[in-house]
């Protein structure tokens, strides 16, 4: 059994799967909700399937980013603390980029992801980084006309539906992590700091 986060895009989710497919899964798209829906989902989860963490799960994947940074940083320290508690587990990480991809099957030439207003990354087909574009007005997406899917809006709600060949590609593609899983932040944090 898998499990796999993903707080980066507009529509979030916490869902486990294995070779036949999701078992369960928990859907939100409020922005702010991850530091009560994220735990919460995880044990919810393993309770109605009747699974154990420790025994049952293999591998948890976290789609680590570009994605806002306080979801980003509540999903990962609840990841890390589980990976922490059950070493047996392997923790991988899967960008927002790769996810398109993968659920797209590579049908386009690349991926648009918008996490901000003023934030735009695109990825080529394979959901790597081409390029991150702030405060444009049509110079990237006319660069990228009709070579690009708008990920966030065409491909990301159709993941429960998705094919099993979907699912181990997920899998296969997460980036191991030997240690902590690392968040892809779409912004630097805005953090106050002290006066002096």
Same mark, same amino acid.
């Given at each position: 059994?898998?499990?796999?986060?993903?707080?980066?895009?507009?529509?979030?989710?916490?869902?486990?799967?294995?070779?036949?497919?999701?078992?369960?899964?928990?859907?939100?798209?409020?922005?702010? *909700?991850?530091?009560?829906?994220?735990?919460?989902?995880?044990?919810?989860?393993?309770?109605?399937?009747?699974?154990?963490?420790?025994?049952?799960?293999? !591998?948890?994947?976290?789609?680590?980013?570009?994605?806002?940074?306080?979801?980003?940083?509540?999903?990962?320290?609840?990841?890390?603390?589980?990976?922490?508690?059950?070493?047996?587990? !392997?923790?991988?990480?899967?960008?927002?980029?790769?996810?398109?991809?993968?659920?797209?099957?590579?049908?386009? /030439?690349?991926?648009?992801? *918008?996490?901000?207003?003023?934030?735009?990354?695109?990825?080529?087909?394979?959901?790597?980084?081409?390029?991150?574009?702030?405060?444009?007005?049509?110079?990237?997406?006319?660069?990228?006309?009709?070579?690009?899917? *708008?990920?966030?809006?065409?491909?990301?709600?159709?993941?429960?539906?998705?094919?099993?060949?979907?699912? *181990? /590609?997920?899998?296969?593609?997460?980036?191991?992590?030997?240690?902590?899983?690392?968040?892809?932040?779409?912004?630097?944090?805005?953090?106050?700091?002290?006066?002096?």
């Amino acid at each position: 059994m898998q499990l796999l986060v993903n707080v980066a895009t507009r529509e979030k989710y916490v869902l486990y799967y294995d070779e036949a497919g999701v078992s369960w899964a928990h859907y939100w798209d409020t922005l702010g *909700q991850e530091s009560r829906e994220v735990l919460a989902a995880v044990r919810k989860g393993e309770h109605e399937l009747g699974i154990r963490m420790a025994k049952d799960v293999t !591998q948890i994947v976290c789609i680590s980013g570009p994605g806002p940074f306080t979801s980003l940083r509540v999903a990962v320290s609840v990841l890390n603390t589980i990976l922490y508690v059950h070493p047996s587990i !392997q923790g991988s990480v899967l960008t927002t980029g790769q996810l398109f991809s993968i659920l797209d099957r590579h049908q386009h /030439s690349g991926y648009l992801f *918008q996490p901000y207003p003023s934030d735009y990354f695109f990825f080529d087909e394979t959901g790597a980084l081409l390029s991150r574009e702030t405060n444009y007005s049509d110079g990237p997406v006319g660069r990228y006309a009709g070579q690009v899917l *708008q990920g966030d809006v065409d491909v990301v709600p159709d993941i429960q539906n998705s094919a099993i060949s979907i699912f *181990q /590609s997920i899998s296969d593609t997460a980036k191991k992590c030997e240690g902590l899983l690392i968040p892809f932040y779409a912004k630097e944090p805005n953090i106050t700091t002290p006066k002096k």
